[in-house]
């Protein structure tokens, strides 16, 4: 899709493709951050491409010198050109260049380098940049760009938690305090749908933690929410699958209780 034509179709197909294709979609949004004026379409094709180069082609360095050859007139109010500098210093030299953005900036730093690693499956320290990001603040405290900022992070970086074939119980602690956050952020931040779909991130996490009665209410409230907005089928089949592996969870917890003999007897449904 060309740019010209329709960018937020253009920005749909490059975010839905980043991932199999890094380096064409790379390519497809330098060639348009060379031709754009609009600094709202620079702010978001800044985005991606940082995202793509850190997080997929692993090479910061050449988005740096992308954005240092930047005709920085083209964005001499933008922040967001001020942010992509800051997080791409820091995965070039451990520099990041922040001392003359303002606290809520300063976060939102945080939040994407903090994204980023988290992408390059660096948990643990994904998680030190995400409570640097939150520190000493509430959801309320946040505006709301930051507020979303942390947010996505912190759904993000629950799920490369929960995506670990074996965890400790740091790395569990820190699963649902990444999927607890992104919930608290994105009632801030979001609609009903980011809410319900954040209650479903943290009844996941809850199950990968062997945690079934816990993940149980936020499942529930999953549904909950889904049904005061509509009833949409795509996310009730979400939250009703959910709601069945914590009811089998449960269930298999229950099972373990009985002694050999009775447990012959508890056969699994064939649905699972």
């Not at 329709?6 to 197909?13: G, L, Q, T, V, Y």
């Not at 380096?23 to 949004?29: G, H, I, K, R, S």
């Not at 922040?98 to 939102?108: D, G, I, T, Y």
């Not at 990001?133 to 992070?153: S, V």
């Amino acid at each position: 899709m060309p740019f010209k034509t329709d960018f937020d179709a253009f920005m749909s197909e490059c975010w839905q493709h980043h991932e199999e294709n890094p380096e064409q979609v790379y390519a497809q949004l330098e060639t348009a951050l060379s031709e754009v004026e609009d600094v709202t379409q620079i702010e978001r094709i800044f985005a991606l491409m940082l995202h793509t180069a850190i997080g997929h082609l692993q090479c910061p360095e050449q988005f740096l010198t992308c954005l240092e050859h930047f005709d920085e007139r083209k964005v001499a109010e933008s922040l967001a050109f001020q942010r992509s500098i800051a997080v791409a210093r820091y995965f070039v030299d451990g520099t990041d260049n922040m001392e003359l953005l303002e606290e809520q900036e300063q976060r939102r730093v945080y939040a994407l380098i903090s994204n980023e690693l988290s992408a390059l499956v660096q948990l643990e320290l994904a998680s030190q940049w995400l409570v640097k990001a939150a520190l000493g603040m509430t959801p309320n405290d946040a505006e709301g760009p930051l507020a979303r900022a942390i947010a996505i992070t912190a759904n993000n970086l629950a799920c490369q938690y929960e995506a670990l074939a074996e965890r400790t119980c740091m790395e569990t602690s820190k699963m649902l305090e990444a999927a607890t956050l992104a919930l608290d952020y994105w009632k801030v931040a979001g609609g009903w749908m980011q809410e319900e779909r954040a209650e479903y991130r943290l009844a996941m996490s809850l199950l990968k933690a062997d945690k079934p009665q816990e993940a149980k209410v936020h499942a529930e409230r999953c549904e909950d929410i889904c049904q005061q907005h509509g009833s949409d089928a795509l996310e009730l089949f979400h939250a009703h699958d959910l709601l069945m592996q914590v009811h089998f969870h449960l269930s298999q917890k229950y099972k373990a209780k009985l002694d050999e003999e009775m447990q012959q007897h508890c056969k699994t449904s064939s649905l699972t």
